[in-house]
């Protein structure tokens, strides 16, 4: 992608949103399908991964991505705020449903996907946890100091790597059964009978059980055999459904391949 700086993000009109550079991290290429289905225009700003980001830290307050950032209002963090932030620049096609059940229930769904100890959450923790325990000086000392600043960012300690362990068990598995109970209703997706956020933001998530192939998502390797999951456990908890859900809303409604 064509990034601005952040020097040159802060001065741009209308929206920004800032993503990692140069890889296909799950909550931005999440918040870019919400804005890709709602064909919301948006200036990308480039953040670096794991390192310090002092001059977005100064322009936003915050030094992680995505961050959606529209004129000169505050800028919105979190996944729920990114997709209402959307809904209200560009209400249609609408991600939130209007039934107050469905809409509990997607924000649920998407706080499992997307949330504190949520599916990324728990993985990324997974994918810390061996590196940090690595002794001193098998890898690269830049590399852990890289690793070590975003693991703190998401309360890493072997304790919640163990919990990370089972949680991830758990939401896929409610996910599967989710997606299950859906198609013997008849229904193509998450919550209701139409596309919503929820379905966009497993889409791109299911990367960290099993990234997308080469040719569609050309990430680097390393990054993709950290994301791939191989654990039979957690594998059995996984029902094929979930990748078959990820590739029919990428075929239907994201853009392939992806670029980042």
Known sequence: MDYASVEEGRTALGLRLVLTAGVPGPWGEAAKG???VK???YTPVRQEGGQANDALRAWTGY????????ESERPRIAAAEIILLAERLEPSPPLVPNDARERALMFGLLHEIAGELGFAW???????HPILRLPEGALPAPLVESVARMAAKYGYSPEQAAVADRRVVEILAL???TLQEQRARGREFLVGEALSAADVYWATFAAML???PAEQCP???GMRQSYTIRDERTLAAADPILLEHRDRIYRDFLELPLRF
């Open 175 to 177: 996910l599967s059964a």
């Open 63 to 70: 030094d992680n991505a995505p961050q959606a950032v529209f």
């Open 34 to 36: 919400i804005l890709h």
């Open 219 to 221: 990430m680097p390797e």
């Open 210 to 212: 099993a990234p997308p």
């Open 122 to 128: 728990c993985r990324r923790l997974q994918i810390f």
């Open 39 to 41: 064909k919301i225009p």
